[in-house]
């Protein structure tokens, strides 16, 4: 399982997120990847990758969400392949806010595209407005996705974990999700086909003339801050920063306030 190669750094974000690794009596145990059985291709796909032997079924129950829903579960049971899994970062047990990217060379697209195919949405708002989002309990996955897509769209996002479910939800919308879903849902890719039809149709959508565009914001840097400081006053600080006397003004009534972190003293 080289994670460079794009179809297995896919296939290994995608069982970070939505795989399972059960621990047995002495050397017994399983991967198991249960998921809606409109999805069983992306199941068959993994199994043509994996060279052992492994099973795909199908179930029929009833769930919180709807009274009959079907799934299908692909299981692998090889120690080894389970023990190659677990050494690139897959945990046995619970496993949600303690999965990280991989450690070493991957291909990082791809990887990322597979996290979101298993725990992620590509879409259409109900107000028609395209986005991608993901949803994880992990920090370190959260705080990657973040980082990786500020590269490809310039968009910065500070996440916390929510009140309710005390997750991470990280979104992107307009032409940002556009521009990321160009990059990771490229042609040929390995994906879910209903998320790779959904991505391909994000780049229909054009913005009407009369929705203002907000330009992505610049995050003011500790260097900044300490020059602000030193002026104390936004409107001489502005000239020196390049910046807007109200966004001057503005950072240095936060810093003042306590509301933005003073930065650290060289």
Known sequence: MDLTVPEYAYMFGFLQADGHLYQGTGQKGRLSVEISARDI?????????????????????????????TSAVWTLCSLEARTKLNELGLPY??????????????????????????????????????FISLTTASSAICTYLCF???????????????????????????????????HLYYPGCLSLERKQAAATSLSEWVRPAGMRAVPNRRRWKEWEDRLL??????????????????????????LRTGQAPMPAER
């Open 41 to 69: 291709e992306i199941l068959r796909e993994f199994q043509k990758l994996t060279p052992y032997n492994s099973s795909i079924t199908q179930r029929t129950r009833s769930t919180n969400f709807a009274e009959t829903h």
């Open 93 to 130: 047990g619970r496993k949600s806010r303690t999965i990280a990217p991989p450690r070493g060379r991957f291909s990082q697209r791809d990887y990322l595209r597979g996290v979101i195919d298993a725990d992620g949405s590509v879409g259409y708002t109900k107000q028609g407005l395209p």
């Open 148 to 182: 990786y897509a500020r590269q490809i769209t310039g968009a910065h996002r500070a996440v916390k974990r929510n009140d309710r479910d005390d997750i991470y939800n990280v979104s992107y919308w307009k032409e940002q999700a556009q521009e990321l879903a160009v």
């Open 229 to 254: 400081l030193e002026h104390n006053n936004a409107a001489t600080a502005a000239s020196s920063l390049d910046r807007s006397f109200q966004s001057c003004s503005l950072r240095l009534w936060r």
